[in-house]
């Protein structure tokens, strides 16, 4: 099991996820995996604009 989210990362989720996905979020969140910042978006009901890509 990974470690609980940090305020600061949340904020990251929350500004970078929706005009960039995944792939914006993974530069500020070293220590995410991309899949893990995809299931933490959904359980926030962040939508992104954009396609992932598998």
């Known amino acids: 099991m990974s ?3 940090s305020g600061r990362e949340l904020a990251v ?3 970078h996820y929706p005009a960039g996905a995944s792939g914006a979020c993974l530069r500020f969140l070293p220590r995410r ?3 893990a910042i ?3 978006a959904t359980r926030l009901q ?3 604009t954009r396609k992932e890509r598998p």
């Open 3 to 5: 470690a609980p989210w």
């Open 33 to 35: 995996s991309k899949r």
């Open 13 to 15: 989720l929350r500004r």
């Open 38 to 40: 995809i299931v933490q």
């Open 46 to 48: 962040i939508r992104t």
